[in-house]
């Protein structure tokens, strides 16, 4: 995502104030800012305590995370009875309770689809840009860190609405071939810079920056993250090539020595290359809109 884009379309104003919207290093650095009205009051933490007291949340719409490692789904939920039939995986507040006392993070995925708040703020962005937009929330117990150092493949848009956090973010990789995502080693990721945000704070991280992040000593912290991953090239390439491989191209046999694998493989080439040629690039562009935004 080129800065540009997010600039001339506001998407930035949905997070920042509006003094400092304009100056986002976008896709460049991370970068701390003020949190807008909108964002900071997106989610609370007696939303977060009133679903583990009476909610509907089933396994993997909530996970936990203690010293790095995901906490098993039978110690955070249980078996429940609906209209006569067992439904697991559904959350069981005590069970939840008993992890975070140890430690363990709480991590509310998808919220986008499933509160009310996150999914208006989402849908605002995937009005404004092509890109696939997810909310996740982060529930951290006193002292303690949920996920290891990692990368994402999206642009990262925190927002600490409760406690304090301590963050540490390193540089992108300059080698495009180490812009991988999961858990990466701190030795491989370069010089870090450390921070720590407070309620009302907010922090921007640009696709594949590593970070980490501990929530300080003297209280629970509760941050939420707004994910926003336009797509790749791959993803276009993906869709065309969906377009052009007829049925029974898509079945047509490779066989032979490797000469006449050779061969039949160079046909195919220039069958799929002439056909992607052809192709319209607006009417790609006009479904990956729908696709991704629904309209």
């Known amino acids: 995502m080129q ?9 930035e104003r949905l997070f920042a104030t509006e003094q400092q919207a304009a100056g986002f290093p976008w896709g460049i650095a991370s970068m701390r800012f003020d949190l807008s009205e909108r964002f900071r009051y997106a989610l609370a933490v007696d939303d977060v305590e009133g679903w583990l007291d009476c909610s509907l949340l089933q396994h993997p719409f909530f996970k936990m995370f203690l010293d790095g490692q995901q906490v098993p789904v039978r110690l955070l939920a249980s078996p429940r009875s609906v209209a006569g039939q067992s439904v697991n995986g559904m959350m069981d507040g005590h069970k939840v309770r008993n992890v975070f006392a140890d430690g363990g993070t709480l991590m509310l995925c998808n919220m986008h689809e499933w509160h009310a708040p996150c999914r208006e703020l989402c849908r605002s962005l995937t009005e404004r840009l092509v890109a696939e937009v997810k909310a996740t929330a982060f529930y951290s117990p006193a002292g303690c ?3 290891d150092t990692h990368r994402d493949d999206a642009h990262v848009f925190v927002g600490q609405l409760s406690g304090a956090k301590r963050w540490s973010v390193f540089d992108v990789p300059s080698d495009p071939r180490s812009r991988r ?8 990721c370069g010089a870090e810079t450390t921070l720590t945000l407070r309620e009302g704070d907010g922090l921007y991280l640009p696709p594949y920056a590593p970070h980490r992040a501990c929530a300080v000593p003297s209280a629970s912290s509760l941050h939420l993250s707004i994910h926003v991953r336009e797509p790749r090239a791959r993803d276009v390439a993906d869709d065309a090539i969906d377009r052009v491989m007829s049925a029974q ?12 694998r050779a061969a039949q493989i160079g046909d195919i080439l220039r069958s799929v290359g002439g056909r992607l040629l052809e192709l319209d690039p607006a009417e790609l562009v006009e479904a990956m809109e729908q696709r991704i935004t629904g309209r």
């Open 3 to 11: 800065g540009g884009l997010l600039k001339t379309t506001g998407a």
């Open 145 to 147: 860190q949920g996920l």
């Open 181 to 188: 995502i999961g858990s990466v080693s701190v030795a491989d």
């Open 249 to 260: 191209l898509q079945r047509a046999e490779v066989g032979g020595g490797a000469a006449e």
